[in-house]
């Protein structure tokens, strides 16, 4: 278990290719899955893997990630010592409230760093989706004396239009990084950074301090790009399955990926992912009500047919309608013979009676939180 590093995951990226499903909520708070959020994936890896002190840096619609977090109990972080620290923005003198980028937000939070007294950070993002223990990592991180430790995978991009910080790497067969690129237009390499890095916590505190000492604010770009060459910069390969939830169509092929039995072992059973618990009812399936090869949370009430879906907790869908392809979110109510297929329904969407709405696999119709249709 690791003893010696705490956990710093940044929730303040700025996604907007995922359009409507972060109008209201950080990517972070994005549902995924059924029953999860986005950062209950490299939370519970940083819990699983022995981590009780994690620091979450907000920037804005940060509600809903609280609403979800609460004091981390559910993650067995809500603790007298050490646990989950919030850190939103705030105003000083210094500080306008208001991150222009990474090397802001962790300039705001330096103190939070200083104050831990563990010597190695486990710094993240909240949008890549996996299941691993960050303990092998780590201790290759400490065997080879790198100063950077870059966490990557390979496979090739879900949705090439998507540029939003991926970070190629090259990497020699020592696994020292020979080479970076970010968000390039025709990647030299399918190696992929899971946007996982590990420090010794006095360099990252003396990068963050120069960065921001000369105006730097994007961290990939003017800390790790600028700085790898000359520190000793290591990958680490992950070869389990990894989902960048980086865009609406990245979001809904993850999401569909689920239906297959070894993407769900892989994602589920491997370590427990924890989430808030609800304390709701198993799902009641009506006597009309026809299921198959679908992902169905807790609370719902199914009278119609659905197939090839996630649904998640308190879904309603009436008989007659037919809900195929999709996802559909907690407190969603289908009307009776609404036909819906390769669309997602954000969080208390009403669908009337035989409505019907049809999307595409490389363009799923979105609808809104709250909205009716």
């Not at 950062?39 to 619609?61: A, E, P, R």
């Not at 198959?292 to 309603?316: M, P, Q, Y």
Request: proline content about 3%; charged content about 25%.
């Amino acid at each position: 278990m690791i003893s010696n590093a705490f956990g710093l995951i940044y929730t303040g990226e700025s996604t907007p290719q995922l359009k409507e499903l972060t109008l209201s909520r950080a990517v972070a708070a994005v549902p995924f899955g059924g029953r999860y959020r986005c950062i209950d994936f490299i939370l519970s890896n940083m819990v699983n893997s022995g981590i009780t002190n994690v620091g979450l840096l907000t920037q804005k619609n940060y509600h809903s990630l609280m609403d979800h977090l609460g004091a981390g109990k559910e993650w067995d972080l809500h603790r007298k010592r050490e646990g989950l620290f919030i850190l939103p923005p705030f105003m000083t003198k210094s500080n306008v409230g208001l991150y222009r980028g990474t090397v802001d937000a962790l300039h705001a939070a330096i103190g939070y760093i200083r104050r831990s007294a563990e010597q190695y950070v486990i710094l993240s993002g909240s949008h890549t989706v996996f299941n691993m223990r960050f303990n092998d990592m780590l201790e290759k991180h400490i065997q080879s004396g790198a100063d950077l430790t870059i966490l990557y995978n390979e496979r090739p991009t879900l949705d090439p239009a998507s540029h939003n910080g991926d970070l190629r790497l090259t990497v020699d067969g020592e696994g020292r990084v020979m080479d970076m690129e970010l968000n390039p237009y025709r990647p030299k390499t399918d190696c992929q950074s899971c946007d996982v890095f590990i420090f010794d916590k006095g360099l990252l505190e003396y990068l963050v301090e120069e960065a921001y000492a000369r105006g730097e604010y994007d961290f990939l770009r003017d800390v790790i790009l600028r700085k790898y060459s000359t520190m000793k910069t290591c990958g680490y390969k992950y070869d389990g399955y990894v989902a960048r939830l980086d865009s609406l169509l990245t979001y809904f092929k993850h999401s569909m990926e689920l239906l297959a039995q070894e993407v769900a072992v892989d994602l589920f059973d491997k370590d427990r992912i924890f989430t808030k618990v609800k304390d709701e009812v198993s799902a009641k399936y009506g006597n009309d009500a026809k299921v198959s090869h679908s992902i169905l949370a807790d609370g719902c009430l199914i009278d119609g047919t659905v197939e090839n879906s996630v649904i998640f907790r308190g879904v309603k869908i009436a008989k007659g309608a037919k809900v195929s392809n999709s996802i559909v979110m907690q407190g969603v109510t289908v009307g009776e013979d609404a036909v819906l297929d390769h669309v997602i329904l954000d969080k208390g969407v009403v669908i009337r009676p035989t409505r019907m709405l049809v999307g595409y696999d490389n363009f799923p119709i979105i609808i809104k939180k709250n909205h009716v249709v």
